[in-house]
């Protein structure tokens, strides 16, 4: 098969933003429906290794894959559409390239050469390219190039484009996604980015084979035409990507566009018949018509920039689609609450979920919501940090230990009850160093995490340093709050509840991360299901 794996590249002109990932997942998730074998990479131009070490404000969410890798974003909406795995190979970036090529040459392994980006830096680049290709597990493999064409920083990867289609001229294929702008003033649609987009990637020796051209309004049969003419491609090669209301609509509105064929046929693929999509298709009927609705508050210090908890909002759209309930998410700054507006802040709401992240900002603002969902009896789910303002504040408020607070924002404080990883304490490089991956995790029978799995033994992926202080945790169970989660191997805590409360569960992993469309997560299920519980209750009193 690795001789035969065909490759998709999808470029972007004129502006950022314009949805690659998403086009490459549906296009993914078409070809995946009529049998073929699909995966997607996302090489990015930034020279951080990964995006582990940036500011989320900078970066939107960073993704952790199974096998512990911190990706791009994009890599989740590939998982999310396929409901495959991804791995460290789906990621690269000019960092990881630069770094391969510079440890190569240390070692000597270029045997005195002048090293120089052609050749070294774009094999380097074809090699990462090939690397899921020659698995032999692939039909295909779609290849998101981050930026946008004339990028200073994207133009090794074009040009690595550019020699893969000329040695492998009947296994490789260039979709550019591009923009038709409407012009209100003149009222009409302008084709020029378009042309000048594809000028652009002529001048670096790449021909695209297919155009997606995003538009606010409908692209008629002349303007196909034009873009045809002008950008050397058939008018069948022309897609129109409307706006649409949801990244889900997106495959079906290919579909009807017909790209799936177009690919099929420029790769010389067989047509295996009509995907079905069935599962995806009542998906979107149980989004798009939701019988009940629930208000849930995401609580979080990176609210300014929503793709920083991207995961966890696309996990409510599958978990809400599951409950046939369209989920409204309140966005609250953690920074903007205190004891004296929280019941504000927090009114209406069916339900809080305090997010994940890192450092002292916002912190208490996060424990103050954390004591306003316990004592008010509001579903609650804490993810990550989420969980562990959820054990500060219960050792504040219920266990009376004032000063309990976690050694990452007040290094010796008098009852630590998050604190360092043993195995975290000898670590200065911050990149690629925390507990990260899939671990297994055994839950307590009885309990409402075990309800909503429906099952004792799970595996979740994980992104943190510090942890549940397990010295204190006769103190916490004589007082009501339960490990109901645990490592097997290592007795971590890695679930909290309280008892005595109508759903409150906090959980240092992250489950956000594996919920797909055809397999919602189970535990934003049982979350959700719990605020419409609550709702109900709330007004039938």
């Known amino acids: 098969m690795s001789n035969t794996t065909k490759y998709i590249f999808v470029t972007g002109g004129v502006t ?3 949805g690659k990932g998403i086009i490459s997942a549906s296009l993914a998730k078409l070809l995946q429906a009529r049998g073929h074998s699909v995966t997607i990479q996302k090489l990015d131009p930034y020279i951080n290794i990964d995006p582990g070490t940036l500011n989320p404000y900078e970066h939107g969410e960073c993704y952790v894959t199974n096998d512990g890798a911190e990706t791009d974003l994009d890599l989740g909406h590939y998982e ?45 680049i074809k090699h990462r390219i090939q690397i899921l290709g020659k698995s032999g597990e692939f039909d295909i493999v779609i290849t998101e190039i981050g930026g946008t064409v004339g990028d200073i920083e994207s133009l090794p990867y074009i040009e690595s484009v550019r020699q893969m ?35 652009s990637m002529r001048e670096v020796g790449v021909q695209p084979d297919i ?28 897609i129109e990507s409307k706006d649409a209301n949801s990244i889900y609509e997106v495959p079906i509105l290919m579909q009807n566009e017909r790209l799936d064929e177009v690919v099929l046929k420029k790769l010389g693929l067989p047509d295996k018949g009509q995907p079905e999509l069935k599962e995806w298709k009542d998906f979107l009927a149980r989004l798009q018509h939701p019988k009940k609705k629930v208000t849930i508050g995401l609580v979080g210090k990176y609210i300014e920039l929503k793709d920083s908890y991207k995961s966890i909002a696309e996990s409510f759209e599958h978990s809400g689609a599951a409950n046939e309930c369209e989920v409204d998410i309140r966005w609250i700054h953690s920074e903007k609450l205190n004891d004296d507006n929280i019941a504000e802040k927090l009114k209406n709401l069916d339900g809080v979920l305090v997010a994940p992240g890192f450092g002292s900002r916002g912190i208490e603002g996060k424990i103050t919501a954390v004591k306003y969902a316990r004592e008010s009896g509001l579903p609650f789910l804490g993810i990550c940090l989420g969980m562990q303002c959820a054990v500060i504040e219960y050792a504040r408020n219920v266990l009376g230990w004032e000063n309990a607070h976690s050694t990452e924002i007040q290094k010796r404080c008098e009852k630590p009850v998050i604190d360092l990883m043993e195995e975290q304490k000898s670590i200065t490089n911050l990149g690629g160093t925390m507990r990260l991956g899939s671990y297994a995790c055994e839950l307590e029978d009885g ?4 309800e909503a799995y429906g099952q004792k033994e799970i595996n979740e992926r994980h992104r943190h340093r510090f942890e549940f202080n397990s010295k204190y945790l006769e103190d916490f169970e004589s007082n009501g709050m339960k490990a109901t989660g645990k490592n097997p191997e290592t007795g971590l805590v890695e679930v909290v509840e309280v008892e005595n409360h109508p759903w409150f569960v906090g959980a240092q992993f992250h489950p956000e991360y594996k919920s ?4 919602p997560h189970p535990l934003f299920i049982g979350f959700v299901k719990a605020a419409l519980k609550n709702k109900k209750e709330v007004l039938a009193n």
């Open 447 to 450: 309990s409402h995490i075990a």
């Open 80 to 124: 999310r559409f396929l409901n495959v795995p991804t791995s460290q190979a789906n990621n690269v970036t000019t960092g990881r390239i630069y770094q391969s090529v510079i440890d190569k040459e240390r070692r000597g392994e270029f045997l005195g050469k002048t090293v120089q980006i052609i050749p070294h830096i774009t094999d380097e």
């Open 516 to 519: 797909t469309v055809e397999a």
């Open 211 to 238: 155009l997606v051209c995003r538009a606010e309004h409908h692209l008629d049969e002349s303007i196909r035409r034009k873009i045809a003419l002008f950008c050397n491609v058939e008018p069948e090669a022309v």
């Open 165 to 199: 289609l000329w040695e492998k001229k009947d296994q490789c294929l260039v979709i550019h996604l591009t923009l038709v702008p409407y012009l209100k003033a003149a009222g009409e649609l302008k084709t020029k980015p378009t042309q000048n987009s594809v000028k």
């Open 16 to 18: 950022s933003s314009l």
